[in-house]
Every structure is written in C-alpha cells, then in structure tokens.
C-alpha cells in the first residue's frame, strides 16, 4: 500500500512539475511588489503619437488586418486585469492601431486601426500582422502596436507593445526603457508559432478598473492543465487532453470570445491520472476562436485558444 502511494505520489508531483513548465507566462502568477501590487501596466514615453484617429470601428470577430493585407500574421491575446491581479476587467475598450508592413499609418481611413473589447472575464484577443519599420529621424523604431486601453468609467492607458528580438528596441529611446514610469520592459514580448504558422503573443493588461472575480489569480497549478487540442483549427470535432493531478470535480468548457457559454464538454469527479474527451459540435456555431476552460471545483486553472473552421 506504501509503494503503490509513494507510486502515485511520485506520478503527481512529476505531471504536476511538467505543467508549471509547459505553462505560457500569462498563466503563471504574477511576481508582486513589496507593497503586495501586481506590476501595473505603463505608459509609452512616446504616448500617443502623431498618427492616431479617433472613433476607429468595432472589430468584427476580432479582426484587425483584413486576409489580404500583406504581412507577417501574428495573433495578440491576453486579459485585462486590476491593480492586484486578483479579478479580470469585462468590457475593457481597446483602442488599437499600427503601422503597416511597409511602414505607414492609414492616415485618411481606418486600415489597421480598429476596437475590441474585454469579454466578461476579462480576456481579449485579436489578429493582424506585424507592423513594418519606419524611420524616426535617423534611425529606425522598433516593430510596435500602439494601444489606449480604457476601463469602463476609468482613464484610459496609451502604451506601446514591442516584440522581443528586435534589434531596434535596444537604440530606441521608449522600447529601450527599463525603470521608472515608462518602463517598457514587461511590454516586450515574445512571438512563438502556432496554430497554421501564426505568431502568437501574450500580453496581459494590469490597470485601474472595477473587475469581476472569476479566481484566476487563485491559480493552483498542482490542480491540472489541459496539454493539447486537436485538430486546431477544427471543424466538427475536437479532442482534448488534460490531466488531474489532485482528486477534484472537474469541468472542460467552451467560451467565445465574449465570455458565453458554449457547451459544457465534461463535468465529473476525477482521480489523478490523464484523460482525453472529444467535443462533437452538434450545434451551429460561428468560425472564429474559442476558449476551452478548464475548471477543478468552480476554480478556473487553465485555458487554450482553439479555432473553429
């Protein structure tokens, strides 16, 4: 009885210490100041530039570079979240807009300019290409998106993000900063490849706002992971591999982007071990991206980004 627990144990503890590592970033609680404060989001020291136009549209599905629009595609996710960390912020406006892959702003129309908004839980994605490089007086800026984020009732953030590996950011006088007010160094992110060779970035939002608790940042990563989805894309069918690593009731769901539910996908009391579940998608959705969410006991622990075909 000894060996077989010890067994067990041992299996635990290594899935469990597997997925801390397979984890993305954003997941991954966020280091706190002193004061117990989250690293709240900072400004641009550029700020909002010369080349912004007010009352961009709505995107639709999340769009904001058009299928034929020439460049690099690159998919930016994250969530948005208050001064703790502790609760997301629904219905957050973000204002986007950058430079073309050639270089240029759309300074008469709206190409490349464009809102999404913070679903319910505080997640937002988009999808566009990585913006071209443009000189700024002798030397070139770095490839950067810039945003104004504004949380229902609250002022709004103007900022940059940059992509790390660029070797204009070490020269550039705002993606160069590193301390203080407008430090830019939690602002430069990663692009990794993903679903169809589509870079992918993660960036969480951290700013003043009214949020809605949801647990998140009670994030238990003992508790289990989802490890894969596939196909991604999918069309009608699309299998989920997750492991438990602490006997719990567990729930794999679907949201959109806006925080609705789709489908509860499983929903029982499992042992640890790891499990594989088929969603066979019996009623009409819309193509676009979706979230499947897994739960242990009502606590949200992980979540992957799937494409619906």
Known sequence: MKKNHRRNFLKNLSLSSLAIGLL????????LKANGACNETTEDAYGQGPFYTSNAPNLTNGQLASLSEIGTRIIISGRVLNLDCSQGIPNTEIDIWHADDAGSYDN????LRGKVFSNNQGYYIFETIRPGLYLNGSTYRPSHIHFK???PGFNP??????????PYISNDFAASMNSGQYDASSRIIPLNTGVNGVLEGVWDIVIDGNGVSTKINDLHLDKGV???TTPNPFSDELKIKFGVFKKAKIKIEVIDLKGNNIEIIEEKNLIPDKYEVSWRVRKKIKSGHYFIIMKANDLQIHYKKVVKK
């Open 24 to 31: 993305p970033s954003f997941l991954v609680p966020k280091k």
């Open 108 to 111: 008469n129309g709206y190409n």
């Open 149 to 151: 984020i504004t949380p």
């Open 157 to 166: 953030l103007i900022t940059q993000l940059y992509f790390q590996g660029d």
């Open 226 to 228: 989802i490890y894969k």
